[in-house]
């Protein structure tokens, strides 16, 4: 105390003290704190924290950002005069926390000195750079047909239990060694199926270079709402420091019905579909974060896998048609796949990717140069032969080489493919060294290629004329 004496001052201090006027549903409004500004924390005299939301000319609204009973009407409130942060950095990696940063694996806190705001502007124009790099998600279809770009922003859209989720977890699995970080944000999920994911990462040994940022169903709608932006602030940290990182936000329909749900009670006026009007700019400025950076600015990307929820296939619906126009493509998964079962049940004809095919690698890119236009054609030519007419050979032969494309199409979930195999198995299609196979002897053939591929020094720069001959010679073994 001795010591701080010849530094004191005598002067006029002024702080402001709010009150609550009112609470419920995770929602309190606040009277008396007329210097307060969005997104900021604010203390009540509880212990417990909230985050303006809203600003009115009597009242103002705020989130409540921890779930104690102490909260009453009446109670006082003071400025704190900072914004939510997240703790970020290398000692998240393993863990399962949720949007604040708190752990929900049972373990100690994790030891982080950084923080990032969960609201930040995105990268500017002249620090962005073009999406020049693949990125591999392990499946067949989405490396090859509709490919990805480090930085990009590729959205995974469909009906309920069609796969979506699937996808985005192979696309995590299949980082493992290439020193790419991932952030999985659960946003509204049951607590099932967040431990199913947690025990599939576990398994793969995923868990250590991802991060898990979870908002359960039953979380109070800030939470949920907050839990996307939380997980782009941990992935900019190493985006920053120019390190490859990937989000998956699933899903983003959920987040919007939080968001939703927080708008109505704080009385915003509803529009379309009961959403407010600022909807749209909403996941914009979340999705407009991920980018890859330019080598002055340290060279980082984060790719983004949104997922977002379809009724019925429409894609015409509110939230879909907003988020297609925000992404860089989209992966449309369809519900008649799905029950056929063409597992992934990935419409090719729907799905685009618009700039990954500039990152697509040369020699994968001129090998599946036709194969989805043939597939397309086989679907109506399929489509055309249910009437029974009578076919030349040449249609015959084009279904023929369609049912075994459709059957190597086919993936089981949880088993990502290194890209050597994508090329393997364009090769061996486009050079018809398939077609004596039967539909239903192409995967085990193909599995055993695969085997025994990796004892044979072959990369995607390998000559086509090497891969043939190998290939060639591997087919003939096993025969």
Not at 367 to 376: E, G, K, Q, V
């Amino acid at each position: 105390m001795a010591d701080k004496m010849p530094s004191y001052r005598f002067g006029l201090r002024l702080s402001e003290r709010g009150c609550v006027a009112g609470i419920g549903d995770g929602i309190a409004w606040i009277r008396g704190l007329p210097s307060a500004r969005l997104d900021e924390l604010i203390g009540f005299d509880d212990g417990s924290t909230g985050l303006v939301f809203q600003l009115g000319k009597e009242v103002l609204g705020a989130i409540l950002l921890s779930q104690s009973r102490g909260v009453t009407a009446g109670m006082s409130v003071q400025h704190t005069g900072r914004r939510l942060e997240v703790g970020v950095g290398d000692a998240l990696l393993g863990r399962v926390v949720d949007p604040l940063g708190s752990p929900l694996d049972g373990l100690p806190p994790p030891e982080l000195r950084q923080f990032r705001p969960l609201e930040a502007a995105a990268p500017t124009i002249i620090e962005r750079d073009f999406v020049s790099e693949p990125f591999y998600t392990g499946n067949k279809i989405v490396d090859t047909l509709i490919p990805i770009g480090k930085g990009q922003r590729q959205l995974i859209i469909g009906d309920d239990g069609v796969g979506k989720s699937a996808l985005a977890l192979d696309a995590v699995l299949n980082q493992r060694g290439r020193d790419v970080l991932c952030v999985m944000v659960l946003i509204g999920q049951p607590r099932s199926s967040v431990a199913g994911t947690l025990e599939a990462l576990r398994q793969a040994g995923a868990l250590e270079y991802t991060v898990v940022v979870v908002a359960e169903a039953n979380a109070l709608p800030g939470f949920r709402y907050l839990a996307p932006f939380a997980g782009c602030a941990m992935a900019e940290h190493w985006l920053r420091l120019g390190r490859d990182t990937l989000v998956v936000y699933d899903d983003l329909t959920r987040h919007a019905q939080s968001y939703r749900e927080l708008s109505l009670l704080l009385q915003r006026p509803p529009g379309r579909e009961a959403y407010p009007g600022d909807i749209f700019y909403l996941h914009s400025r979340l999705l407009e974060r991920s980018t890859v950076l330019g080598r002055d600015y340290g060279g980082g990307s984060m790719t983004a896998l949104p997922i977002i929820e379809t009724r019925q296939g429409e894609l015409s619906a509110y939230i879909p048609t907003n988020l297609i126009s925000i992404t860089d493509g989209q992966i449309y998964f369809e519900s008649k796949l799905f029950a056929a079962g063409m597992l992934p049940a990935i419409d090719i004809g729907r799905s685009v990717s618009r700039i990954g095919g500039k990152a697509q690698h040369p020699a994968i890119k001129h090998a599946a140069a036709h194969i989805r236009l043939d597939y397309l054609q086989f679907l109506e030519l399929e489509l055309f032969a249910r009437f029974g007419t009578r076919l030349e050979a040449s249609i015959e032969q084009k279904l023929q080489r369609g049912r075994l494309l459709r059957e190597i199409l086919k993936q089981d979930r949880m088993q990502p493919l290194p890209e050597q195999f994508h090329l393997a198995w364009l090769l061996t299609y486009g050079e018809g060294l398939l077609e004596k196979l039967s539909p239903e002897q192409v995967a085990g053939q193909l599995s055993r290629l695969f085997e025994r591929l990796p004892d044979y020094d072959l990369t995607l720069d390998t000559p086509k004329s090497q891969w043939l001959a190998t290939l060639r010679e591997l087919l003939e073994a096993e025969s």
